[in-house]
């Protein structure tokens, strides 16, 4: 993860909220990183977060796709 | 027809037509379209298990196949693996990639593998009418030229552009590659494409896409060239080119190559109008997993499920089919007929005797367990048409996660209340071995079917409220406290859930309904074969004269340990066949028990082993030493837990 005072976590993006996908953590093994690829979440893709409890949820273009903490917690988003 | 893993190729050599796809895509309803036969469809990632083949409606000639849903290839998942599996051994014509139109960059991303494999392709562009719902607006048209192939829109659940589908496959051609990846990786690709041509071509796929699945560390395509003459050197060769550590690994560089491929083109054919706000359908889905909102509706679903399969199927049905058909009527007939028909007594005995595989076997297969899975089938179906499934395994994933296991388990174990051996069956959704694994073990432990729980209640009810209490707390200390021990000594990390939540629909009626007979023809293709081999296993131990003396031989450990009467041994072994005779032999002899007797005779049956048919499942899904394992690990357990339960009562009574 390079140190980017923009970049914040997905699990602490407020509901509501449009933001880029930036880059995954290094902490996402690489299989998950790829099941993730494969669900088409690539930097700098649009995330609408839908909600954070109890699983963090996104919209992905028309796709609703709902992370557990332990993988969206490491996923680096960008304020649009 | 339905073939587990390995699919063998046609036997007339006529051709396979194959839907590949993503899950939760349509592909298997689109299946039946073209073929008119049942299937196990699904609204779930991962519950087409099985690849399933029929013939094709328009060209009696072809086999069409199923595939398991594929997220993304090169394949990781046991489903991808299937698919893989079957483009690899079948004597492929042609591949119908059936893609979701509202996601045409995840649909394409598949696309840009598919292409390079060299295999004439048609796409389905599916679920239009939800692409059109949201806005947005595929041009079928310009995608068709750009991938110099059939692309045609379809809705497959309501048969919106079947005709026009079956029409194309006729003109189908191996689509124009979507990319050409970066100069060094193509030279990879080149170098290891020209050892397959030279050393292990394939008959069907190209030499080229094939170097792309083993630079991606594809397991089935590794498998198959392990299987070559010289595959050994030249996976060596793809292991010195393409090391998959570092994070920029081949692996990772291509996929994400095909990634931005895939959204070039995907942009170029797709308009999107103006959000008009968010959709009926979305927010009803952002309720089922509210969370506070999620939790009453979670309720209500589990309780509806409940009383429909465990309340309505397996008391009023079983009830119906199990003492007033089978019991009064139908075998008392065939008892009445072997009898006089039938000379030799055992044979009479080993059809229609204690243990007889109609009296036992077969009642129990189709008045016991059929009316259980019949409404439990109808409710999953319900429920995964609906695409409340998958909410399902949102909100209940944190207290899986204490065991273990992820949300998506919610459902096996649901199930487990209703009848423990199908619920096993279904644990075929989970998604990796570790957790198939546990939740088997779990349900094997510590999960009371619906006809065993109404023993329970009916017994310790009778005694107090603090009873039922204190069986309850029992039982679900053991059970997490089991799954928390499992969950550290089962190899292997969980896994974290990331799942799709498909759009909430009205089920369809109809496809309910097919689901719900595919299932059951293959229930009962499975099943009932497992039930007269346990019966006729149980037959001919009381035949040895074997079953008396474990009855004897328990006697110590149940008066001694458990301080129960030594008339509950009986108990145990008929407990092994199925745990709610047991409960029922504890329940008859309730006159002789005080409380503490009836509690802790209840909580060890409850913990005791599974009943035959589950330990059966157990074998054929995870084979004979781990099934032991299991009734190594369960027995000794339930024995222990009764005990220190009946010491401890007894201490502060």
């Excluded at chain 2, 059109?132 to 809705?155: C, F, H, M, Y």
């Amino acid at each position: 993860m390079t140190a980017h005072t923009e970049r914040i976590r997905l699990t602490g993006t407020p509901t509501g909220r449009n933001v880029h996908l930036a880059e995954f953590g290094e902490e996402i093994d690489p299989l998950q990183r790829e099941q993730l690829h494969a669900y088409g979440l690539y930097a700098p893709q649009t995330l609408t977060v839908l909600q954070q409890r109890p699983m963090t949820v996104v919209l992905c273009e028309h796709m609703e796709l709902a992370l557990e903490h332990a993988v969206a917690q490491h996923i680096w988003v960008e304020g649009e | 027809m339905h073939h587990h893993q390995a699919v063998p190729s046609s036997p007339d050599g006529t051709g396979t037509l194959a839907l590949v796809g993503h899950p939760n895509v349509g592909k298997s309803v689109l299946f039946h379209r073209l073929t008119g036969a049942y299937v196990n469809v699904s609204n779930y990632p991962g519950t087409t298990v099985e690849v399933a083949r029929a013939g094709a409606r328009f060209d009696r000639a072809s086999s069409l196949l199923d595939t398991p849903g594929v997220l993304a290839l090169p394949a990781r998942s046991d489903d991808e693996r299937a698919t893989m599996r079957a483009l690899l051994s079948e004597n492929l014509k042609l591949v119908i990639q059936v893609g979701d139109a509202k996601n045409l960059r995840r649909t394409l991303n598949l696309t840009a593998l598919l292409a390079e494999l060299g295999v004439p392709l048609v796409m389905a562009l599916n679920m239009s009418d939800e692409a059109r719902a949201r806005g947005v607006t595929v041009d079928a048209q310009a995608l068709s030229e750009a991938l110099e192939t059939p692309v045609v829109a379809t809705v497959a659940t309501g048969g919106e552009g079947i005709a026009a589908l079956s029409a194309t496959l006729a003109h189908a051609r191996p689509p124009a590659p979507l990319l050409h990846y970066d100069e060094e990786s193509e030279k990879t690709i080149s170098t290891i494409a020209a050892l397959l041509a030279a050393h292990a071509p394939h008959p069907h796929l190209s030499a080229r896409g094939l170097a792309i699945l083993l630079l991606g560390r594809d397991g089935e395509v590794e498998n198959w060239l392990a299987a070559q003459p010289k595959g050994g050197e030249i996976l060596a060769r793809v292991a010195e080119l393409a090391p998959t550590d570092g994070r920029d690994s081949l692996p990772a560089r291509l996929a994400r190559e095909r990634g931005r491929a895939a959204e070039a083109l995907a942009r170029t054919v797709t308009e999107q109008a103006p959000a008009s706000g968010q959709s009926l359908s979305l927010r009803i889905g952002q309720i089922a997993v509210h969370p506070l909102w999620g939790w009453p509706l979670l309720l209500l679903v589990l309780l509806a499920v409940y009383f429909f399969v465990g309340d309505f199927g397996a008391s009023t049905l079983v009830g119906l089919l199990e003492e007033d058909f089978f019991g009064e009527i139908l075998n008392p007939a065939v008892t009445d007929f072997v009898r006089t028909h039938i000379a030799p007594e055992w044979l009479a005995d080993m059809l229609v005797g204690e243990y007889g595989l109609w009296t036992m076997g077969m009642t129990y297969a189709l008045a016991l367990i059929l009316p259980i899975v019949t409404t439990f089938f109808l409710v999953f179906g319900v429920l995964e048409d609906s695409g409340y499934f998958t909410r399902l395994s949102v909100i209940s994933n944190r207290a899986f996660a204490a065991i273990g296991l992820n949300g998506r388990a919610v459902l096996p174990m649901v199930l487990g209340l209703g009848c423990v051996t199908m619920a096993t069956l279904t644990t075929r959704i989970l998604h990796t071995q570790r957790e198939r694994l546990i939740a088997t073990f779990l349900l094997a432990l510590a999960i009371p079917c619906s006809a065993q729980l109404g023993v329970v209640f009916g017994l310790l009810g009778s005694f107090s409220f603090q009873a039922a209490a204190i069986w309850s707390a029992c039982i679900v200390l053991v059970l997490l406290l089991t799954g928390w021990l499992a969950a550290r000594l089962v190899k292997g990390r969980r896994v974290p859930l990331v799942t799709e939540l498909p759009p909430m629909r009205l089920p369809v009626p109809g496809n309910v309904l097919k689901k719900t007979g595919g299932r059951l023809k293959w229930y009962l293709l499975e099943v009932i074969p497992l039930f007269l081999i346990g019966t006729f296993i149980m037959f001919v131990l009381d035949c040895l004269g074997v079953l008396p003396w474990i009855i004897e031989t328990g006697k110590l450990l149940v008066t001694g340990w458990l301080g129960l009467p030594p008339e509950a041994s009986a108990a145990f072994v008929m407990g092994f066949l199925r745990r709610d005779f047991g409960a029922t032999g504890l329940f008859a002899i309730g006159g002789q028990l005080d409380t503490i007797q009836a509690v802790v005779g209840m909580v060890t049956i409850t913990l005791f082993v599974p009943c035959i048919a589950s330990v059966m499942i157990v074998i054929k899904e995870h084979g004979m030493r781990i099934a032991t394992l299991m009734l190594v690990l369960i027995m000794p357990t339930a024995f222990l837990v009764g005990g220190l339960l009946n010491h401890f009562l007894r201490l502060f009574s």
